[in-house]
């Protein structure tokens, strides 16, 4: 099992790597959701990597990285309620890796639900480890913006100290130490 662990880690920073164009470009393009839909179901649907990793999670469906690999086949694939499935297999399968609840967020933020955006980015910086955080810095930076971006008319008092520990993990966030300026105003 520690092989498939070590194996899983690397995987997601390869696919963090890989996905870091997209998921920048998930937070800043506006799309046509209604036309989107169709279209992601049926790439989806006709997509050879998601039906062969289907095909391996039906023979094993512990498979963790075969299911992580599946994830991210359907966030390529822009198949935001399938990947919001498969990572929430992979929650339950690995509940202390916490990059499944980080790609769990950014998959509710790209289907635009951001209230479960909000406790999956919550319950990401609950399971990342101490020895964790040094690697995770961007991450927690970004889910703790996102936390306190959500939190500003609700909770003032918790926006301020989320966007604190935002500029704590990346001081290089302009629009952390915006919205900081905003908060603190």
Do not use: C, R
């Not at 086949?73 to 399968?93: F, G, H, P, R």
């Not at 990342?128 to 927690?140: A, C, F, G, I, R």
């Not at 913006?145 to 935002?166: G, L, N, V």
Request: aromatic share 10%.
């Amino acid at each position: 099992m520690k092989m498939s662990k070590v194996n899983i880690k690397n995987l997601f920073l390869g696919l963090m790597l890989v996905g870091g164009a997209s998921f920048a470009n998930a937070q800043t393009t506006q799309t046509d959701t209604a036309n989107s839909t169709t279209t992601t179901a049926a790439t989806a649907q006709s997509n050879p990597t998601i039906e062969g990793l289907k095909k391996q999670i039906e023979a094993n469906p512990k498979d963790a990285e075969s299911l992580a690999k599946l994830a991210a086949a359907y966030q390529e694939a822009s198949d935001w309620t399938n990947a919001i499935d498969t990572w929430k297999k992979i929650s339950a399968l690995l509940p202390d890796w916490a990059p499944s609840y980080y790609s769990q967020a950014y998959a509710y933020q790209s289907a635009k639900d951001d209230a479960n955006a909000k406790l999956a980015y919550e319950k990401y910086i609950a399971t990342v480890k101490p020895e964790e955080v040094e690697q995770n810095k961007k991450n927690l930076a970004y889910a703790y913006f996102y936390i306190a971006f959500a939190e500003q008319q609700s909770d003032p008092a918790k926006a301020k100290e989320h966007i604190a520990k935002s500029i704590q993990y990346d001081p290089s966030n302009q629009d952390a130490v915006k919205l900081s300026k905003t908060l603190n105003s």
